[in-house]
């Protein structure tokens, strides 16, 4: 779809005012937030990382899925030096959370705005540029927690002004701008080194800005990607946003090994030990999942139920995606016919929150009962699982108020989305936000069982 430019042109300008003046004590986010500041650097902070606010999740854990991926370093590390909590864990983890989110939660926001066609009075762009930036202060908190106040507060303007650059691309796409995206792309080459530099000073060169430039140009290149796909209506949108996302597993990674290296008394352990990255993979799997999930729900409910609509189909089979790689992991560590099982088990639930919505749009009260009975029956069978391939590490009654806390959230986001109220994305990432705990649980009975 293509919209007026003068409509483009309004959104790109109010949703970069918007990211700019949340939370932010001025509206100018100006070339100086691009200099790291020097005189928190990590190396000499006390603060501790600020885990409440890298993984925000309600208690407990988020239903079936399984440990790591099978890794040379896995298989390396020696379990019983490390452990699923320990500093390097969850501050791998806790990225892992963050960065996924912010590129989901900026794809939502495009596409939203995008479907809006520049109407800044629609509250829907509004509240998910909002929820965005939620992300965004969460990150800069997180980055404040371990360098300092002032260069939290460095990295928020960075972050920020970033995001506005995207946001120019959008409207160049949006419009046929060239000359518009290749200015954002190269604001966007002034970012990578901006930030390439910033993090090298704040860990006394653990992370090299070179090594790091080179994934945010990733990052660059596979959103962009996406933005045109969301901006061309293309189907294959979803499967290109999941690539944007799946690309920060790795920049989490590095990030979190630089820290850890750079104040190794501060996060005690390794992120390439087997409780971190089964752990960190939990979380990215997880919390994709609600984020996939929420997309596919809000294409159905868009185009009046039709399953069969193109961009519908698409948005499934990515959601379908996820379940595939979450069964594979599940099969890493339980065998394949555990993999299969929990596979069905995992594409039955779905299909039980796709009733749900349905009886939600149709006004069908009696669907949205029983989708919620058979709900509770799925927690039943996951406890039961779960507790069988875990040999009893992971107990039902430890995991099924997880599963519950689960279908709370990410059905009250699917009320919100029938409902047409911006709460939606707040919503959405209040269900996402629960997968972390989810994973930490699992990631523990997991490691217990298999050590």
């Known amino acids: 779809m293509r919209y007026s430019s003068r409509k483009m042109l309004a959104l790109a300008a109010a949703v970069s005012v918007t990211v700019a003046a949340c939370g932010s004590d001025s509206n100018d986010a100006s070339s100086d937030a691009t200099d790291p500041v020097a005189t928190e650097a990590v190396q000499e902070t006390e603060a501790p990382v600020d885990t409440e606010a890298m993984e925000e999740a309600p208690a407990d854990t988020e239903a079936m899925e399984e440990a790591p991926a099978d890794t040379e370093a896995m298989e390396e590390a020696d379990p019983a030096s490390f452990a699923v909590d320990d500093g390097a864990s969850s501050l791998k983890a806790g990225l892992t959370s963050l960065l996924q989110e912010h590129v989901y939660l900026a794809g939502i926001a495009f596409e939203t705005a995008v479907d809006a066609g520049g109407d800044l009075e629609e509250p829907a762009t509004a509240a998910a540029v909002a929820a965005l930036d939620e992300n965004t202060v969460a990150l800069a908190d997180a980055v404040g927690s371990v360098a300092g106040q002032e260069n939290g507060d460095a990295f928020l303007e960075l972050w920020r002004e ?50 790091l430039v080179g994934g945010l140009a990733e990052h660059v290149a596979t959103l962009t990607t996406a933005i045109d796909s969301i901006v061309a209506d293309d189907p294959a949108a979803f499967d290109d946003l999941q690539a944007a996302a799946a690309h920060m597993e790795g920049a989490a990674d590095l990030l979190a090994t630089g820290i850890v290296a750079a104040l190794p008394d501060m996060f005690p352990g390794a992120t390439d030990s087997v409780p971190a990255v089964t752990r960190s993979t939990l979380t990215f799997q997880l919390q994709e999942h609600v984020y996939l999930a ?50 069905d088990l995992w594409r039955e639930h779905i299909g039980f929150f796709v009733d749900y919505t349905l009886g939600a749009a149709t006004g069908d009260d009696e669907m949205k009962a029983q989708a919620l009975t058979d709900l509770e029956g799925y927690q039943q069978a996951a406890g039961a699982f779960f507790e069988e391939i875990t040999g009893g590490e992971i107990a039902p009654d430890d995991l099924i108020p997880g599963l519950e806390e689960h279908v709370a959230t990410l059905t009250l986001a699917i009320d919100d989305m029938v409902a047409g109220d911006p709460a939606a994305f707040t919503g959405l990432r209040a269900a996402g936000q629960h997968m972390p705990m989810a994973a930490l649980l699992l990631a523990t009975g997991i490691v217990a069982a298999t050590s």
Do not use: P
């Not at 419009?175 to 000073?201: I, P, R, V």
């Open 294 to 343: 929420g997309i596919a729900i809000e294409q159905a409910i868009e185009n009046g139920g039709d399953l069969e609509q193109a961009n519908v189909q698409a948005a499934i089979e990515t959601l379908d995606g996820n379940t595939v790689r979450l069964s594979e992991t599940v099969a890493s560590v339980a065998g394949e016919e555990n993999g299969a099982a929990f596979q």
């Open 162 to 211: 970033h995001i506005g650059f995207f946001v120019d691309y959008t409207l160049g796409e949006a419009t046929g701008n060239e000359e518009m995206k290749t200015q954002a792309l190269t604001d966007l080459e002034g970012y990578q080194q901006a930030a390439g530099a910033f993090f090298e000073e704040i860990t006394g060169g653990e992370i090299q800005a070179d090594v």
